[in-house]
């Protein structure tokens, strides 16, 4: 984004650029910490399939929803094999999938929060 130009400035100079950054980042500072709390409660000895599922179904969604950023802000460039995002992209979408599609993760959160249901 550095590098990529449109009416002649730069694309990382726009502030709309700029404040998808700053969503980006947020979102997968997010993803990271519920993540990082849900280890640190299993490094305790504490399993809480709640919080674990909560951190899988975030990070995976955040892991697509800025890859498919990244890919918008570069163009024709996300696209392409030679750089990274296009695998992150491809990456991105299996976690999402993986272990669980974020339909059981929110089945486990709810069966925590309201008990089973009869």
């Not at 400035?9 to 700053?22: N, Y």
């Amino acid at each position: 984004m550095k590098d990529r130009e449109q009416f002649g400035r730069k694309i990382a100079q726009f502030q709309i650029t700029q404040h998808k950054l700053a969503d980006m980042a947020t979102k997968i500072e997010q993803a990271r910490l519920l993540t990082y709390k849900a280890a640190w409660n299993f490094d305790q000895g504490r399993l809480d399939p709640k919080l674990t599922s909560m951190a899988k179904m975030v990070a995976g969604r955040t892991a697509v929803e800025v890859c498919d950023e990244a890919i918008q802000l570069l163009g024709g460039y996300g696209y392409m094999a030679e750089y990274d995002v296009e695998r992150f992209a491809r990456d991105a979408k299996i976690c999402e999938i993986y272990e669980g599609t974020k339909e059981i993760q929110k089945n486990t959160i709810a069966s925590a929060l309201v008990g089973k249901l009869k």
